[in-house]
């Protein structure tokens, strides 16, 4: 049995934390564009603000239990092919603030004032106030450069580990 180079340790940790990095992405990036794109899709209606709070939580993906994170709650109602609707939904993906981003986001949305709602043609029960194009192909993008590093960075480890094994 070799003893590992010390050489070779660097590029697999990189190799390690890279390809981790980009198969981490790659799998964000696909969970976002499955969610559904909310982009030419959804149509606009007009809609009026029944409510508008803060909600304190904690993180969804939350490593530390004492962190604290806010999101704004707008309750609103919308009609559509005659039928009413009501929502939450600020944006479409859910998102975490500070204290302050969340209150200054809440504070738009005036309880009593006319609102546009985008909806889902398909779903009218789904709708959301900020209709925002989604950046999965950024995100998938920098996960396929990271995993390409990474498959990279493991090719370069086993070429300084062989070398070195040869040279013995």
């Known amino acids: 049995m070799s003893n590992i180079n010390p050489g070779t340790l660097i590029p697999l940790l990189m190799a390690i934390l890279a390809g981790g990095l980009g198969c981490a992405l790659i799998v964000i990036s696909w969970r976002k564009k499955r969610s559904g794109p909310i982009t030419g899709s959804w149509l606009p209606v007009q809609g009026t603000v029944i409510s508008s709070e803060v909600k304190e939580h904690r993180p969804i993906n939350a490593n530390d239990s004492n962190k604290t994170v806010f999101s704004p709650v707008v309750h609103y ?26 209150e200054q986001i809440s504070r738009q949305y005036i309880p009593g004032n006319s609102v546009t709602v985008y909806y889902d043609p398909t779903h009218p029960d789904q709708a959301v106030l900020e209709c925002s194009r989604n950046n999965y192909p950024a995100v998938f993008i920098t996960g396929v450069i990271s995993l390409v590093l990474g498959i990279t960075s493991f090719c370069m480890a086993l070429l300084i580990f062989w070398l070195g094994n040869s040279i013995h």
Not at 78 to 83: A, E, K, P, T
Not at 89 to 102: H, L, N
């Open 77 to 102: 109602q919308y009609n559509c092919s005659g039928r009413l609707y009501s929502g939450f939904r600020v944006t479409f993906d859910t998102v975490e603030y500070s204290r302050t981003k969340a």
